[in-house]
């Protein structure tokens, strides 16, 4: 359960603004981005805007929509997800961000390419190639395609042609999905990126394609425009995973992406309680301010006692305490901090803890998945 005295210094903490680029966020609340695959065809209907919506007027700050996929043949696994490209997505995604505003929210959409994650022969284009830096799997599925010259160079203008969209079309910003094993990801982690050109090899070579796509979506906006960049050591399925075994080396992966344009790093753990590095209480999100200076966003099991991937598993998980949370937000340890779970199973999650209502917060449930509400 959530204390008495955490619930009143949550309302304090949490309620203030936050500016980033020329938008500025009413709370320090954001909806972290969750697929749901409420999308058929990969539109988004008058449900999805209802959706998000309906979080936005239940107090979240900034909304982070599921994962979108970019307009590049190889991007998707699913035509149930929701796609970021085509008149008529578009179109659909306009009235999400519409609903959204007028629920008093802010909106962005995350821009994403599965690379190798995606299903062989699966869609919205079936016959598209399963494609990453070196065609490597993540895990023991069959291999795929070495991505060429021409591929890296279609793959970032599609992610720059979303940015471009995103801005069209009315939302606050943009995210990057640089995480958890996807495209950019697998560019940055050296178990999948094997190449020996510009985009392979050390450290600092892997960062060029995510560089390159970051200073293209820059070019494409206006120069206040946000950009967010969603980053993870872990990935789908290995947990284990590491970009970085000290600050340097996080330091060199994120230094050339802040340099090319990103405003804020979004950084994904599965714990937000637990530090990145021996020797210092920081998490990523902590450490990645402290590096590069720019605004983060935490996530990771926040206001819950169960780790996501036990709760998809049907182990129900309680209610629990922030006040570790709140030390690190008063010590601006990072900015931001994005909730997933919670959010599902209790749509004003952030209205209960702005206004000191904790004894209704709601357990998470599984069975929220399979519903959109």
Request: charge should be negative; charged fraction near 20%; aromatic fraction near 8%.
């Amino acid at each position: 359960m959530i204390s008495n005295s955490s619930a009143a210094r949550a309302t304090e903490v949490l309620v203030r603004p936050f500016s980033l680029g020329s938008r500025t966020f009413r709370n320090r609340i954001a909806m972290a981005p969750m697929t749901r695959e409420f999308s058929p065809g990969g539109v988004p209907g008058a449900d999805v805007a209802e959706y998000y919506a309906r979080r936005a007027a239940g107090g979240v700050g900034l909304i982070i929509t599921e994962g979108t996929y970019i307009g590049h043949d190889s991007a998707g696994t699913s035509d149930r997800v929701p796609r970021f490209h085509g008149e008529d997505a578009l179109t659909g995604w306009a009235g999400v961000a519409d609903a959204v505003h007028r629920a008093g929210g802010a909106i962005v959409p995350q821009l994403w390419h599965v690379g190798m994650a995606r299903t062989a022969g699966a869609p919205p284009v079936p016959d598209a190639p399963r494609v990453g830096p070196s065609g490597v799997p993540l895990n023991g599925t069959e291999p795929g395609q070495a991505m060429t010259p021409e591929d890296v160079d279609e793959v970032i203008a599609a992610f720059a042609a979303g940015a471009a969209a995103a801005e069209a079309h009315g939302f606050d910003g943009i995210e990057l999905h640089g995480a958890h094993g996807y495209l950019i990801d697998q560019f940055l982690w050296a178990h999948t990126n094997r190449r020996t050109d510009a985009y392979g090899g050390d450290i600092t070579s892997r960062t060029r394609f995510a560089a390159e796509i970051v200073a293209a979506c820059r070019r494409a906006v206006s120069p206040d425009f946000p950009i967010i960049f969603r980053t993870s050591q872990w990935k789908m399925g290995n947990y284990q995973a590491r970009l970085a075994e000290s600050p340097q080396e996080l330091e060199t992966v994120l230094a050339p992406l802040a340099a090319a344009g990103v405003d804020a790093f979004h950084c994904s753990t599965r714990r937000y309680w637990l530090p990145e590095f021996e020797g210092s209480e920081l998490n990523l999100a902590g450490w990645a301010k402290k590096l590069t200076g720019k605004p983060t966003i935490s996530v990771g099991s926040v206001g819950l006692d169960n780790e996501f991937i036990n709760a998809f598993q049907g182990e129900r998980g309680g209610v629990q305490d922030i006040d570790g949370l709140l030390d690190r937000l008063e010590r601006d340890e990072f900015d931001l901090v994005a909730v997933g779970r919670a959010l599902l199973s209790d749509p004003d999650w952030a209205a209960k803890i702005l206004s000191g209502r904790t004894d209704e917060l709601k357990s998470f449930d599984a069975g929220a998945l399979g519903t959109l509400y």
